[in-house]
């Protein structure tokens, strides 16, 4: 499968030419995906680039990058990407450094390497002795800190914003409803010592807190855990006995006797009716006569 990276004229000779033109200065060649990478001594970083320039035509510095090694002794690299336009062909040179030891900048050689050297030292904290403007150019004038360090915290420990207040920029600590900044990457099922919360509410289980999920429970141990907690049958609503009235003993004696059908008991009375229903009830119905249009007015 081709790389995605653009296709570059080989070059040959360019080991054989770099051993003979840099000599001691050149530390490692390495050629790897069809790219040209070289190591050279930090110290002696101008030269070579002028001499990489003006003898093997890589007329354009393109970019200068930092790579952060935490485990090495001089952590950073600087790398510097050249474009030979006459001969299509790019070359990625090295230097490494840390903290405190600068690296020679290269202004004079290409003047495009002050802004680079900037964003260089205001992400790494990489130092470039002789840049004629060595300040942070991405971030805050009072930023702490450099971005791109692996030992950089993510969520960082102070927030920029503006204040409609003050009408101006403020600086404020970073509040986090969650602590993002101590991770514990243990795994609660591979039985953490700790007591994780909500844990402590798990009780019935039969677990320990802070030891993970119960064990599953079989197919018997579901049913007879469900029938266990299967509601009581239903209140019957109606009774299977006359003394199972409740109205108390005179009703049930009274209930007990035979009516003249039949029937064990005698059915229910109808509900009293009021005077008002009483008082209709009585009345003698009259045919009601018919409605009489209005005088003067249509039909």
């Known amino acids: 499968m081709a790389h995605p990276a653009p296709l570059i004229a080989p070059r040959a000779t360019l080991a054989a030419e770099l051993k003979t033109l840099l000599g001691a200065d050149l530390l490692a060649h390495v050629f790897t995906v069809d790219e040209?990478?070289?190591?050279?001594?930090?110290?002696a970083i101008a030269g070579v680039m002028v001499a990489l320039r003006d003898n093997l035509e890589y007329q354009q510095m393109m970019e200068i990058a930092g790579v952060d090694y935490p485990d090495r002794p001089e952590r950073f690299e600087v790398v510097y990407h050249l474009l030979s336009v006459t001969k299509n062909h790019r070359l990625r040179v090295r230097v490494s450094t840390d903290e405190a030891t600068p690296v020679p900048t290269i202004v004079p050689v290409w003047p495009n390497a002050g802004w680079l050297?900037?964003?260089?030292?205001?992400?790494?904290?990489?130092?470039?002795?002789?840049?004629?403007?060595?300040r942070r150019i991405l971030t805050d004038?009072?930023?702490?800190?450099?971005?791109?360090?692996?030992?950089?915290?993510?969520?960082?420990?102070?927030?920029l914003r503006y204040s409609e207040e003050d009408k101006r920029v403020v600086y404020e600590?970073?509040?986090?409803?969650?602590?993002?900044?101590?991770?514990?990457?243990?795994?609660?099922?591979?039985?953490?010592?700790?007591?994780?919360?909500?844990?402590?509410?798990?009780?019935?289980?039969?677990?320990?807190?802070?030891?993970?999920?119960?064990?599953?429970?079989?197919?018997?141990?579901?049913?007879?855990?469900?029938?266990?907690?299967?509601?009581?049958?239903?209140?019957?609503?109606?009774?299977?006995?006359?003394?199972?009235?409740?109205?108390?003993?005179?009703?049930?004696?009274?209930?007990?006797?035979?009516?003249?059908?039949?029937?064990?008991?005698?059915?229910a009375t109808k509900a009293a009716k009021t005077p008002a229903t009483a008082k209709a009830e009585k009345a003698p119905t009259k045919p009601r006569a018919p409605r009489k249009p209005k005088a003067g007015g249509d039909a």
């Open 117 to 134: 050297e900037r964003e260089v030292f205001d992400m790494y904290g990489v130092l470039f002795a002789g840049n004629p403007d060595l």
């Open 173 to 267: 600590p970073v509040k986090l409803a969650q602590d993002f900044r101590n991770f514990d990457f243990m795994s609660p099922w591979e039985g953490a010592d700790y007591v994780l919360p909500g844990d402590e509410k798990a009780g019935g289980t039969g677990e320990a807190p802070g030891k993970g999920a119960p064990t599953p429970m079989t197919a018997a141990e579901v049913k007879k855990a469900d029938e266990a907690k299967a509601p009581p049958p239903p209140t019957p609503k109606t009774t299977e006995s006359t003394t199972q009235t409740g109205a108390g003993a005179k009703a049930n004696i009274k209930a007990a006797k035979t009516s003249r059908d039949g029937a064990s008991a005698k059915t």
């Open 141 to 159: 004038y009072g930023f702490q800190g450099h971005p791109q360090r692996k030992d950089f915290p993510l969520t960082g420990y102070t927030e």
């Open 36 to 43: 040209d990478s070289i190591t050279v001594d930090r110290d």
